[in-house]
């Protein structure tokens, strides 16, 4: 399994937000950036509405092992930053699979297409 390097700065989340694309779902808010590097880099974020600790951290690892999964696929160069709604610690990550699979696959067609 390859190794997920993480995005861990306060300004490397901002950087995304403000500047990043990103797409909606109830389970999954998925946000996007080109990084110019030769690997992909990753955050993920759970606010207190998602529940109690117990809570967010399994959204965190639900929201890894689908990416995990996903990792593969993925071309390289990008910063992408996961964000756990109230409704995902109930999901299981092959259910947040394919929500992933098609925000990441659109964000990076209009990723490329705004570099273009």
């Known amino acids: ?21 990103f797409l909606s779902h109830p389970l999954l808010v998925s946000y996007l950036k080109a990084n110019r590097r030769p690997y992909n880099r990753i955050g993920i974020t759970t606010s207190k509405k998602v529940g109690n600790a117990v809570c ?19 071309p390289t160069g990008y910063d992408m930053v996961f964000v756990a709604r109230e409704r995902t610690p109930q999901a299981k990550s092959t259910a947040l699979l394919p929500v992933m699979r098609g925000q990441l696959k659109k964000l990076i067609q209009k990723e490329k297409g705004a570099r273009a």
């Open 1 to 21: 399994m390859a190794e997920v390097k993480k995005l861990r700065l306060n300004k490397e989340f901002k950087r995304l937000y403000y500047r990043g694309s």
């Open 56 to 74: 967010r951290n399994r959204a965190r690892r639900i929201i890894l092992a689908a990416y995990r999964a996903l990792q593969p696929e993925l």
